[in-house]
């Protein structure tokens, strides 16, 4: 099973719509947990850290369940600029694990 | 401030051919990482180096090595390269394990025939 699991979508949204995915983590030792942005055919870079309270970044909203062991993000008013694949990212014994990432299109 | 850099960009190699991948960073990272992407797989460590003078082996070490040259610079090593290490390489550091953000190279990707 791997360590850290996504829908890989993709999810295809018109702007301005809302638009939310989730990820499985299997080891509930995991530390730390990411969202991470990947433009096509570009390095990854970091969206937004999940902390336990759920956090918010402008039309980013991330919440972690513990208990369940998912992470999700949620963006709203989607921008033509959103479009990129996401990545889900768990800190496991200051190692990091990455999804496959999940796809995101918004169209105009 | 460049960041995070990686030469070459795009490499070809014949299988049997070795190579050496080049990471440096500007932003005194304690920490380096290497990864490959292939579709579907997400990302996958190769080799990390916590600080300098230390390297620990990742998830698919099989086939690499690598070089903690001083806190700057993180190279990686094919000595015999073949069809199935054909990837997307990504060299990343952050200011020290795991917790804090990982910032990354623009990639290199290669292509073993």
């Known amino acids: 099973r791997k360590e850290v699991e996504q829908d890989p979508g993709p999810f295809n949204v018109p702007e301005g719509a809302t638009v939310a995915f989730n990820c499985t983590y299997s080891n509930s030792a995991s530390q730390s947990f990411f969202w991470y942005r990947q433009d096509c055919r570009k390095e990854p870079k970091l969206l937004m850290s999940v902390y336990s309270s759920g956090n918010e970044d402008g039309r980013f909203t991330a919440q972690l369940n513990r208990a369940s062991q998912y992470i999700s993000l949620l963006i709203r008013d989607s921008k033509l600029s959103d479009s990129a694949t996401y990545l889900c990212?768990?800190?496991?014994?200051?190692?990091?694990?990455f999804g496959a990432g999940t796809t995101v299109t918004v169209r105009a | 401030n460049a960041g995070v850099t990686q030469t070459p960009k795009f490499q070809v190699l014949k299988t049997g051919q070795s190579m050496t991948l080049q990471c440096a960073q500007d932003m005194n990272h304690n920490s380096m990482y290497w990864y490959r992407q292939d579709p579907g797989m997400g990302l996958r460590l190769i080799y990390y180096s916590a600080s300098e003078g230390t390297t620990d082996k990742g998830e698919v070490p099989n086939g690499y090595n690598v070089s903690r040259l001083n806190k700057r610079e993180f190279s990686l090593r094919l000595e015999s390269a073949a069809p199935s290490q054909t990837s997307v390489y990504f060299c990343a550091s952050s200011e020290s394990g795991g917790v804090n953000e990982q910032f990354f190279g623009p990639g290199t990707r290669l292509t073993v025939l």
């Open positions: 990212v768990v800190n496991i014994n200051y190692k990091l694990s």
